[in-house]
């Protein structure tokens, strides 16, 4: 009897601490992201005899999102022990396969659950915004019965990763008229949207809204503000952003280096990237590309070739195709096409159309058809001979009075059914972004366009008679 008791007493300790020590194990590592170490104390834990319970699962899940194997392991264990009704076990199994893109099974997760709360939606949304359903995703998002700043953010964000940043935009200016204070994620996002939009309006509302809400200027808002200026034209207030942020790291730097190159300023660029070097921040592949593109525009070629050189030897990464294709365009345009074209042949793998369209543009400037032909040929036999490339062609044998291959040019391109690709330009006014398409007459307002445009070219011209007027004025006098 007394065995018995001892025995009752003894699965009694156990089971107590198992509630204790269950959740502990995964807590303190899982927060830490330590996943690993997480996992590792978890089966420490049941080869102890020790059985998780719910609270415990919910964080073992969210250390298995590297781990499919552990995961799989975890679910069939929640179902053994009959923790799978759950929320917060179910939770974090939607959101363990959202993470790993199976939304099939995330949504059959989501369909059986009878008490869903606003994690779970947003667990699923998740899943389909990073397998790329954001359609699915803004389906799910617009039947949500209540939703919060996390939710927002993540359609948001999804819509930034699918590139539509005009919904992103005002999927973000719904989020305003809610009440809800955006988030850390949802700002970012927004500042992204409105960097490729060149909305520079609502750029500068959400900086004030940063300014006005004492956020911390971190390295991934910092840097979000400063690629929203640099992209909206405004490099001085992107400098200025970018010496106010208290920590920089590789990808601010690169940023602003960017800018700096892609706003004429150069050697500023090429200055800020010694500095990213005195201070110790280590560049990455993204960073050699802007710097080779600044010292490109300059003419620099003992520099490019050096920092080129340093890529390999100083910091172990080997160039990729876009370095090489920005050295090939460095040496395109100080004229050493020859030493282009070794480049290009001796390039540890195939050059694709960045390359070879440096090469090309450098037989138009400097008026090498016949290296501009071998180029061409190179890109046909690629499958990259878009319109632009036989464009460019026929316009080098124009520039050199070859006028019978300008029309056979023409003609390939017509029996290809080659066509340009036509060129795009957006402005915002109000806060309001207008794009307009070469060629595309379906805007509801072309008509005044038209009617804008005729009457600026009107009044150039005017204007050029004029001055032409006074000029011969001043000579005859």
Not at 52 to 67: E, G, H, K, M, Q
Request: proline residues 2%; glycine residues 8%; contains cysteine.
């Amino acid at each position: 009897m007394s065995d018995n008791v001892s025995n009752q007493a003894d699965a009694l300790s156990s089971y107590r601490l198992s509630q204790s020590f269950g959740p502990f194990c995964g807590r303190i590592f899982v927060e830490k992201n330590e996943n690993a170490t997480a996992l590792s104390l978890y089966k420490n834990m049941l080869q102890t005899g020790f059985l998780p319970n719910n609270y415990t699962f919910s964080f073992v899940l969210r250390a298995c999102t590297d781990n499919s194997p552990v995961g799989l392991a975890s679910h069939a264990q929640v179902i053994k022990l009959g923790w799978e009704s759950y929320d917060f076990v179910l939770n974090g199994l939607i959101h363990l396969y959202a993470n790993w893109s199976s939304v099939e099974a995330a949504r059959k997760l989501f369909d059986v659950s009878t008490c869903r709360d606003v994690i779970t939606w947003t667990a699923l949304i998740n899943g389909y915004v990073k397998s790329g359903h954001v359609e699915f995703a803004r389906e799910l998002f617009d039947q949500m019965p209540e939703r919060n700043e996390v939710s927002w953010s993540a359609m948001i964000t999804g819509y930034v990763h699918m590139g539509i940043f005009r919904e992103a935009l005002e999927l973000f200016n719904d989020l305003q008229l809610t009440g809800l204070r955006p988030n850390h994620a949802g700002i970012v996002g927004a500042l992204t949207a409105c960097s490729y939009l060149g909305s520079l309006d609502h750029g500068r509302w959400i900086h004030a809204y940063v300014d006005r809400n004492g956020t911390e200027l971190d390295r991934v808002l910092g840097t979000a503000l400063v690629d929203m200026y640099a992209k909206c034209g405004c490099i001085e207030i992107a400098c200025s952003v970018f010496e106010k942020m208290p920590d920089k790291d590789a990808f601010a730097f690169t940023s602003l280096i960017s800018g700096l190159a892609n706003h004429g300023q150069s050697a500023d660029a090429i200055q800020l990237f010694g500095r990213m070097q005195s201070e110790k921040v280590i560049p990455n592949e993204v960073t050699f590309i802007c710097v080779l593109s600044a010292c490109s525009r300059m003419g620099l070629v003992d520099e490019g070739l050096r920092i080129f050189n340093c890529m390999s030897v100083v910091y172990g990464i080997e160039p990729g195709v876009q370095h090489y294709g920005c050295m090939v365009d460095l040496l395109g345009r100080a004229g050493l096409l020859e030493e282009a074209k070794r480049l290009v042949r001796e390039m540890p793998m195939e050059p694709d159309s960045y390359v070879l369209g440096a090469l090309l543009n450098s037989c138009r400037v400097h008026g090498d058809v016949e290296l501009g032909k071998e180029t061409v040929e190179s890109l046909v036999e690629r499958g990259l001979d878009h319109g632009g490339v036989h464009v460019l062609l026929s316009n080098m044998y124009a520039s050199s009075n070859q006028w019978d291959w300008v029309v056979k040019v023409r003609k390939e391109m017509g029996a290809k059914k080659v066509k340009k690709v036509p060129g795009c330009s957006s402005i915002e006014i109000d806060g309001s972004v207008s794009e307009f398409i070469a060629g595309d007459m379906s805007y509801l307002r072309v008509e005044d366009v038209m009617l804008v445009l005729l009457g600026i070219d009107n009044h150039l011209k005017f204007l050029l008679l004029a001055d032409d007027n006074t000029n011969s004025n001043m000579i005859a006098y």
